[in-house]
């Protein structure tokens, strides 16, 4: 079955960069959208970004959008998500999420409509 593991999470202070990301078993990505959310403590999983599966098109979440970069390898099965001008407000733990059924430029960022969940990894930004 597919499964999906983040990584690339941890403690920063405000204003450095983390590269989180997600490695993909049991199938290939080449035609999975790929979306990132994260959940603060005490509020709901929120989107963050989105890619369809063909990569050429993405979207962000206002508060990220020019911070945050998204992106896949399909050579590496892995999906990415590039963070910069990290601030406090971003610590959450982070899910990289994966939908096989999109259309090529599809973006999906409704969480109900993913598939497949990975685990989650922490992002702490510090002051």
């Known amino acids: 079955q597919v499964q999906l593991r983040e990584s690339g999470g941890g403690v920063v202070q405000a204003g450095d960069s983390l590269r989180l990301s997600c490695a993909v078993s049991?199938?290939?990505?080449?035609?999975?959208?790929m979306g990132w959310f994260r959940q603060a403590p005490g509020k709901e999983r929120e989107f963050v970004a989105g890619?369809?599966?063909?990569?050429?098109?993405?979207h962000y979440a206002p508060s990220v959008k020019g911070r945050f970069t998204v992106s896949k390898d399909n050579a590496k099965n892995t999906g990415y998500l590039q963070m910069i001008s990290l601030k406090p407000e971003d610590t959450a733990v982070y899910y990289c999420?994966?939908?096989?059924?999109?259309?090529?430029?599809?973006?999906?960022?409704?969480?109900?409509?993913?598939?497949?969940w990975g685990q989650g990894t922490q992002v702490t930004v510090s002051s």
């Open positions: 999420a994966a939908d096989p059924d999109a259309g090529i430029s599809t973006i999906i960022t409704g969480e109900e409509w993913y598939d497949y």
């Open positions: 049991g199938g290939t990505i080449v035609r999975f959208a």
């Open positions: 890619v369809a599966w063909g990569g050429a098109s993405t």
